[in-house]
Structures are given as structure tokens and as C-alpha cells.
């Protein structure tokens, strides 16, 4: 009953998202910026509904993870075209946003309310969100990346700074994870093989910023050890969820 | 970086000799007050590198990027094939990482570097700027976090309790299945259990009496997200007999004692203020930024 009423807001939001993308392309900044802050808001309204319906915050299902991301995207998207002007950002963020919501659509993994105990805290809203944020960031940061990859072009440091704030959030989501895991498990970090593979991906982040801070740098590598560490980002994200290694002994597998 | 690639090769390859020659890493063998004389060596170490790094280059260049990037590089590799590779607690080699050797002296040798960049970056601060504090919070506090997280966990204790409704139990079970005799006794007064309309536990907690040793007797309720502190340790909610369910006449406890959290939750704190400025920061123009040199 919750799901269904998702296409109708889903549509809205995806067609003010198009049409924000479409004006940045014409150099219509303020209407640019009007529509998609609207489709923001009509999806942030429906999340807003599920987690009155749900009574709790809808960050427990993978598919209520990729809603925080489908907001999140756009919102990344239109930061950096307020900071760089990048006109053809929007027009990714919208894509990868709309592949989501998709994703959502035909496939929700619909689950009951239940929230089992150990989520019960008031630790798993911000550990949650600010992790969608900061992947919502680096995947802005690895589309940057791309796209002067495939254009052969370097336009600033866009990617960089991206990527400083995206690890910023990344850092916040794992402490406060090491900080709830102390109050429910007992211990702040037990090498769950979620903990392990955020671990990677915060090192291999790391990696890129300590690279790319060096005066010499090669622009190109750069640009591929950033799209390495968003391959593993999925990893630790919804890979592991179908890694031999992991099966059955994390705390972290989605739904069930 | 050739010259950081190389040392870090050297540090694995130094770890794998030692896997061979020595076997695991026991890390109980660093317990109180072995894991305090390692970290006085480890400062001093530091110390005395950054006293002279001035006179010889190969000190200087562990404090410069060129060797970070390779040591971090490794990290990743090595944390990937934990990450790949089922772990077990009696595992050997790479299928138990935590006591592998190379990974180990990687992360030490990533540590050594953090600690030369610190003691540096503070021995060349002056008029600190924003910037600056934000650096050693990142580096200072991550190897805080590290050394303290990884010498003081064998001084951690965690201690099962399966208490029983209205009998006191004296008894707990360590980590290696062994009786432990408490000085305090716990009773359970009362077993709580909400469920779901499907039947999924919505919510358990134990009403425990603590009675200490000169019968002195505490009540408290332990529950999922919500340990009790008694003295140095702190009391969790672990399990119930989950075939009686919300009927169940046991209720098993966890006892955890972890005497370096005060340290381990300093460079946390650090760390969150670090990200908090590289936060506001990474928004400034190129030349204010120099949080994540």
C-alpha cells in the first residue's frame, strides 16, 4: 500500500529533475535550480509519508537505503552546479538517480515494519543517512571523473574537493557506526566484513586524496583510482550481500 | 614513490619471513603491561626519528607523501584479501588476518608514518591556522584510535552470564569457555519481551538485581542499545532462550571491560572534529587548504 503510492511522487520528482538538467544545458540557472529543489522536495515529501506509515525511519531495506540515495544525488548534483557551473552534471546525478528509483519501482523489496532491537537507536538514522550522503558525493565526484576521462579535459579541481567532502561524511558515518556498535555489540569494531570493506573504501579514498596532493600528480590515474574506490564502494554497500566470505556472518545483510 | 613502494614491499616481505619463522601473531602475549612498554618504544621511536629526520633523508621521507601513498596503497590490498577470504578465529595465514604478520607490520609501518607526520607538522606549527589543527586532528587521531584500539584489545574482557530467574549466579564464561568467578552476583527479576505481529522480537530487556560483594544490591534494567555500567565494566543484553521466547526463565548477560576506551574514544573524538573542519574547509579556495596534506 506504501509502495504504491511511490510511482506518483517518483514521476514527479524524476520529471522536475529532467526538466532542472534541461535548463542547466540552456544556462537557465535560477529555473534550473527551481525544479529540481522541487523534485528534492516531492521526494523528500514521500520519504517523509513512508516514515509516518513505517514508524520509523524508512534506512533498514536495501530498497529504503536507495530512496536516501535517489535524493541524495540530485541534491550532490546541484551543489556542484552552484559551486562549478558544470552543466552537464545535473543531467548525470538525474540519470543515476532515476536508475534507482527504477530499481525501487520494479523491485522494492517490500518489507514488514519490524525493526529488529539491535537498530532501535538513536545512532542508525545518522549512521545511515550520512553514509547515503557521502556516497551520493563520491559517486558525483566518480561522475566528474568519467566524464573528463572520456572528453580527454580537465576542467579544475572539481573532483577533488568533492571527494574531501564525501570522506568528510564517509568518516562520520563509520565513527558514529563505531560508536553505536560499542552500545549494542559491546564492541566499537569487530572486522565484520561490512566493517572491513568500509574500511577499504576509507582507505582507498584516503589514497586518492594523499595522491592527488602531491604537486606532480598524474591527472589520469587519479581519475581511475577514483573510479577503483567507488568499485569498491559498491562493494561494501550491496556487494558483500553476494560475497562467499561474508554470507552469513555479518550484522549488516539487509532485510531478512 | 618508487622508494615508497619498495620500503612497504620490504615491510611485507619482512612480515611473511616472520610468519614463517615465528608462526601468528599472539596478540595475548601483549596484554598489560607488555602492550605499554610496546607503545613507550613506539613513541620514543617517533621521537627520536623526528629528532633526526633532519640529518638523515630516509627518516625525512617517511614523513612525505611519497611514502604515505604506497603504505596506504598496501593497506588496501591487504584489507581487500581479508575482506575476500573467510576469516576464522583458528585460522592461518590469510584466512586469519588480524594475527598475519605482513598485515600487521603494514598497518604498524602506516602508524610509524602517521606519528613522524604529526610530530613534524606540531614541531613546525608556529601560528597555527584552521588548517592546521585539522591535520592533526586526522593524522594524531586516527593513530590514537589505532594504537590504542589495537594494544589494548588484549586487555579487553568480555564475560557471558546466563542468569536465572530469582537464583543469583556468581559464574561467567570468558571468551576461551572457561568458568570465571565474579565478585558481584546477577539475578534476574524479570524477563521482558515485546514481539511483532509476525512473531519478530520487537524488544527484550532484563530487570537484573547486582548484588556486589558485601551484599549490597543495585536493580537495573539491561536491554538491546541501552549496557548498564557497574564499576569498570558494562553490562549487556546477549540472548534469552529464544525457543520460550517472551516465556523464557533465562536471560544470558554480556560483561565487557575495556580499559583503553577512554583513549580509543579520544582519537574517535578527534578524528569526528578533524572530518568536521576538512568539511568546512574542502569548500575554501586551494591555497587556505591544507587539512589532508
Known sequence: ?256 | MRHGFAIGAAVIAAGLVLQWAVGAVRWQDFAWPVNIAVLAVFVIAALIGTALSRRYSPLRFLATLPAAVPAICYGVALTMIMGLTRQTADGTWLSDMLTFWPFVLTYSYIAFILALTTLRRLRRLRHPRLSDIAFVLNHAGLLIALLAGTLGNPDMRRLKIITNLNAPERRAMDEEQRIVQMSIAIKLDRFIMETYPDGSPRRFASEVSIIDRDGKNVQATVEVNRPVRIGSWKLYQYGYDTKAGAESRISILELVQDPWLPAVYAGIFMMLGGALLMFFLSNKPKDQRHAVE
Open chain 1, 1 to 256: 500500500m506504501l509502495w504504491n503510492n511511490f510511482i506518483y511522487f517518483a514521476i514527479v520528482a524524476v520529471v522536475m529533475w529532467a526538466g532542472g538538467a534541461y535548463m542547466a544545458w540552456r544556462d537557465k540557472r535560477n529555473s534550473a535550480f527551481t525544479a529540481t529543489a522541487i523534485g528534492l522536495a516531492v521526494f523528500f515529501a514521500y520519504i517523509c509519508f513512508m516514515w509516518g506509515a513505517l514508524e520509523r525511519p524508512p534506512l533498514r531495506t536495501m530498497g529504503e537505503t536507495r530512496l536516501w540515495y535517489s535524493l541524495f544525488l540530485p541534491m550532490a548534483g546541484l551543489a556542484v552546479y552552484a559551486r562549478w557551473k558544470y552543466k552537464w552534471i545535473l543531467t548525470f546525478t538525474t540519470i543515476m538517480a532515476t536508475v534507482f528509483v527504477c530499481v525501487n519501482i520494479f523491485k522494492p523489496e517490500i518489507h514488514s515494519k519490524a525493526l529488529m532491537p539491535a537498530l532501535q537507536s538513536p545512532w542508525f538514522a545518522p549512521h545511515v543517512i550520512v553514509y547515503m550522503m557521502a556516497y551520493a558525493i563520491l559517486g558525483a565526484a566518480t561522475l566528474v571523473a568519467i566524464y573528463q576521462l572520456l572528453r580527454k579535459t580537465t576542467v579544475g579541481d572539481g573532483e577533488a574537493t568533492l571527494v574531501r567532502t564525501g570522506w568528510a561524511f564517509m568518516t562520520f558515518g563509520m565513527l558514529f557506526g563505531a560508536l553505536w556498535a560499542k552500545e549494542a555489540w559491546g564492541h566499537y569494531w569487530s572486522w565484520d566484513p561490512k566493517e572491513t570493506w568500509a574500511a577499504i573504501t576509507w582507505l582507498a579514498y584516503l589514497a586518492y586524496m594523499h595522491y592527488t596532493h602531491m604537486p606532480r600528480h598524474n591527472r589520469t590515474l587519479a581519475q581511475w583510482m577514483l573510479i577503483a574506490a567507488f568499485c569498491l564502494l559498491q562493494m561494501c554497500w550491496w556487494g558483500i550481500n553476494y560475497l562467499p566470505a561474508a554470507k552469513g556472518i555479518s550484522v549488516h545483510s539487509y532485510g531478512s
